[in-house]
């Protein structure tokens, strides 16, 4: 299967039909793929664009290439947002992003709950930010996603009760007996996903009153972590299962 | 939730209604959990036994306790194994092992593919087996399974081929296009699943001869670890939608 490289928007020009490719993109392709002139690479930008580009020129420190062709893939009908607490452990955290990105996840959004240990300051939110996103790029890359997750800043748990634009919410707790027979198929879906010490009773109260669904994800105990990317890999089965596997990714 | 703590077989005498407590597990209750005479505890065998003991004697190396009652908790309905390839990385082997413990799986069988590149000499492979079961231990208490997944010794492809006693055994290929509607409830599964570089075209050709059902995991390309895991969690979510999910753990 063809590699893809991901470049930034202002890279690429599709109306004069040029890209050029700079940085880490440009050091993986001339020193580690060692393309050269007339090689065609597939290229994106995370957010739909599928073009074939032909290599003209290769430099010391940039590729320059023509785009051949190029097509939008349509952003999936099912979209699946996680708010997900911040963890304790960045391991922990970054494996629950590499992991959505391939099952699929559209959207993740760090959250403080009230038992979040992680309450990093605004300086430390911006270097968490860029690693979050080198994380989800990097397993983009690896599942070759043309649509790459959005990561946007922290909110907190109460801010997180009052996002819209979504057709499900749901709040998954160990001490809901509502097992988790969701609607997928075109949706938009949000959950909220508790850390270490999941969710107070009183968020888990809070939630169902403005309107989120509590939904048990079995009996044992998952890990924050695996609670998140459980999250993503129910509703990827339950497309499967309806034969609506494009209507993902 | 109450922790629960991992005796073999030997140090469980239900007849005499006596334990005795060694080695790690005894070091965790005395010094991490400060335990001490007269404080309930629960334990278990990890093959079913739920026991609640009364510590009686806390010594320098050693427990002693009383059971005050004990049952047998039954084997989940439905079973899921994996015949995993090795992988390159121990890294993300042992993250297989974590998350699909957590999620449920009832048995893992490390594999031998053509495309395996980890194929240890036999000294190697009891040593490797050692640190999968302390994994497979630590994940189960984490989620607390009264039933530890069994880890066997690592089966080439074609012995993997030749396992009976499953109502349905599948081989997730992204070259596949049937979807995956599988009827889980009480049926024991068998996933036959790739390492990095996926199987051989003949590989899947040789298990569907061998009666195989081939199943797409989704159009986006999965990573071995998260291949394996997604089988044992599209279980869990099919379980969970058929209100079902004590037949899991």
New interface residues.
């Given amino acids: 299967?063809t590699d893809l490289h991901y470049l930034t928007p202002e890279r690429i020009d599709l109306q004069r039909q040029r890209v050029v490719i700079e940085g880490d993109e440009f050091h993986h392709l001339s020193r580690v793929l060692r393309k050269g002139e007339g090689d065609v690479i597939r290229i994106t930008d995370g957010n739909g664009l599928c073009a074939d580009v032909r290599i003209e020129r290769c430099g010391r420190s940039s590729i320059e290439g023509s785009i051949l062709h190029f097509r939008r893939v349509p952003r999936p009908g099912t979209a699946v947002t996680i708010a997900m607490s911040m963890l304790k452990s960045h391991h922990r955290f970054d494996?629950f992003l590499e992991?959505a990105t391939?099952?699929?996840v559209s959207r993740i959004m760090p959250m403080i709950t009230s038992r979040t240990v992680s309450n990093p300051v605004p300086e430390k939110i911006d270097r968490k930010l860029l690693r979050w996103k080198s994380v989800v790029l990097a397993a983009s890359r690896?599942?070759?996603?043309f649509h790459v997750p959005e990561i946007l800043e922290p909110v907190s748990f109460h801010d997180a009760l009052r996002l819209q634009g979504y057709d499900c919410r749901l709040i998954p707790h160990e001490s809901s007996v509502k097992?988790?027979?969701i609607d997928v198929v075109g949706r938009k879906l949000l959950f909220l996903v508790g850390g270490e010490g999941g969710f107070a009773p009183e968020e888990v109260h809070l939630a169902a009153e403005a309107g989120f669904l509590p939904v048990?994800?079995?009996?044992?105990?998952?890990?924050a972590e695996?609670a998140g990317?459980?999250a993503v890999?129910?509703v990827?089965?339950?497309?499967?299962?309806?034969?609506?596997?494009?209507q993902?990714?």
Same sequence: chains 1, 2.
């Fill in positions: 299967m494996l992991k391939e099952l699929g690896q599942c070759r996603r097992s988790a027979t048990s994800f079995g009996n044992t105990v998952l890990r695996t990317l459980f890999a129910m990827r089965a339950a497309l499967l299962e309806h034969g609506n596997p494009d993902w990714l």
